[in-house]
């Protein structure tokens, strides 16, 4: 009977002991099983933190991606597209860097134009122009858009804290030249004036002038909550604002505010892109707002200081910009240096080059709207330009983009304020998903801003012989060609095929018509009958253009 207690005892015990064993075992698990679910819950939370910023940062509007940008003047606020879209959904990317670029040429005739010019990104007068001559085919580089290779980047520093960056250089895929306008002008300078215009190629104002990143170049912070910082070389909000509200955004060809890039400089083609820039942009809800500044170089140069806003919103398929702004010494080059001013001017006041050009501080408001309504894309735009003398003077050898110097300058063309109105409206119908017809409509209406009753004062520093200030010594109202200064107005109509065949690869034709008169024909040296005739140089009140041509654009 003893024996019987102490066994069962022993059994007892060692039950009792595998409960607590066992107890211990739950104990522990309930334990890890409760640690497991902390983690697991706050991954969970990361991720839809994670997802609710990246749903954001789709949520916002997103340039284009075929990078359109002007002749030898424009530039595409890629950087909407770089903060707005994460770099993971690119084909071309590696630890957030993406390669990314665009090829366009084709062929082209241009009723009135110059031999083409390898420099220039946008390498064929398409826009009648004061060079424009004889009629040219052949080579049609960059007509729907302009050929560039960039490198842009965004990588998460912080939570949903990110550095962006982009680096873009636009080039000619004719000849592989960087893009430089600029280096085309002072190609030509000495090789001929109206009316002996053949003996130079294509050229014209830009913001390019061959460096390396000649597009954009600029880094920053961005996060979906408290808006995107960025410094560097970057694209003015009111060339933005033309490139995302263009029925034709980006073509060279058939794009007058494209083409003719002082729309999106606030006056002045080569403010399209500002250097020394500083840039904010914040979301909130469906509204937009942006503030950008240049901070002049200091000293004798024509890099002055420039003030941008933009406010916008979106809502149910309807975007609307508005824009105000102030550029100081704004640099215009209108045409090439003739073989006299070559000859005054002294080698050493420049150093890859001269320009001659006027200087002037711009005001600017713009505002510009588009709808999207099923297949349809409606556009519309007005821009408002007041151009003064500058407060601050430059001097011959003045300091411009990419090296150059300004060795005439004229810092007193507009004894009275020129004004500039311009406006266009455009249409993007999608016949299919892949296939789109664009047309579009641009108008450009300049005063009569001639000083009345001053006669014939030369007012450009040095003064070679010929070059005048606008004046008007007859003293009296002006709508003809005769000076620069008198009113005056540019027509475009265009008309686009665009067809997406493939992935990377689009087949594109079009065609457009331009016209100017009045003051904005003056210097031309084109009539219906005869060209290069020196008795109607400078008299003729009206010059036109037209420009079929077709291409491929690769883009990646």
């Not at 880094?219 to 410094?231: D, K």
């Not at 890039?261 to 707002?289: H, K």
């Not at 008198?486 to 992935?503: E, K, N, P, Q, T």
């Not at 210097?523 to 008795?535: K, P, S």
Request: proline residues 4%; contains cysteine.
């Amino acid at each position: 009977m003893k024996r019987t207690f102490i066994t069962a005892a022993a059994v007892l015990a060692f039950a009792a002991t595998a409960h607590a064993d066992e107890l211990t075992d739950i104990q522990a698990q309930a334990k890890q099983l409760q640690q497991q679910n902390q983690a697991l819950a706050k991954r969970l939370a990361d991720l839809e933190k994670r997802q609710k910023a990246i749903e954001a940062q789709k949520a916002q509007p997103v340039a284009s991606t075929a990078n359109p940008v002007d002749s030898m003047a424009a530039d595409l606020p890629y950087k909407a597209a770089v903060k707005a879209r994460p770099p993971e959904n690119e084909d071309l990317c590696w630890h957030g860097v993406c390669l990314y670029g665009n090829f366009d040429m084709g062929l082209s005739y241009v009723q009135h134009g110059n031999p083409f010019n390898a420099m220039a990104g946008g390498p064929q007068n398409y826009v009648v122009e004061k060079a424009s001559n004889g009629s040219q085919f052949g080579v049609g580089a960059n007509q729907m858009s302009t050929s560039f290779i960039g490198l842009r980047g965004k990588q998460e520093i912080s939570d949903n804290l990110y550095a962006v960056f982009n680096l873009q250089t636009l080039f000619n895929p004719a000849s592989g030249a960087n893009a430089n306008g600029i280096g085309a002008i002072v190609q030509n300078n000495g090789l001929g004036a109206a009316p002996q215009f053949q003996n130079v190629n294509s050229y014209g104002d830009s913001s390019k002038a061959g460096v390396m990143f000649n597009n954009v170049a600029y880094f920053g912070i961005s996060s979906p909550t408290y808006g995107t910082f960025t410094m560097g070389r970057q694209s003015a909000l009111s060339s933005d604002l033309v490139v995302n509200y263009d029925s034709l955004s980006g073509s060279n060809a058939w794009s007058a505010i494209t083409f003719e890039g002082a729309t999106g400089g606030g006056g002045d083609t080569e403010n399209r892109i500002y250097d020394n820039s500083y840039e904010y942009r914040l979301n909130v809800g469906p509204v937009r707002l942006a503030a950008e500044a240049q901070l002049r170089n200091g000293g004798n140069s024509a890099t002055g200081n420039a003030f941008e806003g933009d406010i916008g919103f979106d809502y149910m398929g309807f975007s609307m910009d508005f824009i105000g702004g102030k550029i100081y010494d704004a640099l215009s080059v209108g045409t090439t240096l003739s073989a006299a001013q070559v000859a005054l001017i002294s080698p050493a006041t420049c150093s890859l080059g001269c320009l001659s050009g006027v200087i002037s501080d711009n005001t600017i408001f713009a505002v510009a709207a588009k709808y999207t309504i099923g297949q349809w894309k409606l556009y519309g735009g007005y821009e408002h330009i007041d151009y003064a003398n500058p407060n601050n003077p430059l001097a011959p050898g003045a300091f411009a983009a990419g090296g150059y110097n300004v060795g005439i300058v004229n810092d007193a063309f507009y004894q009275t304020d020129r004004i500039m109105n311009i406006f266009w409206v455009g249409v993007k119908y999608a016949v299919t998903p892949t296939f789109d017809i664009m047309g579009a409509y641009y108008g450009y209406r300049q005063n009569n801003f001639l000083q009345s009753g001053v006669g014939a004062t030369v007012l450009s520093n040095p003064t070679p012989a010929g070059v005048v200030g606008a004046v008007n010594p007859a003293n009296v109202g002006c709508t003809s060609s005769a000076f620069a200064g008198c009113s005056g107005s540019m027509d475009m109509v265009s008309i686009a095929l665009d067809w997406r065949f493939a992935r990377h690869v689009d087949l594109y034709a079009g065609v457009s018509y331009s016209q100017k008169t009045g003051g904005l024909a003056n210097g031309y040296n084109l009539t219906a009958t005869n060209l290069n005739n020196a008795a109607t140089y400078n008299t003729f009140n009206k010059v036109s253009n037209y420009d079929p041509g077709i291409g491929l654009r690769y883009q990646f």
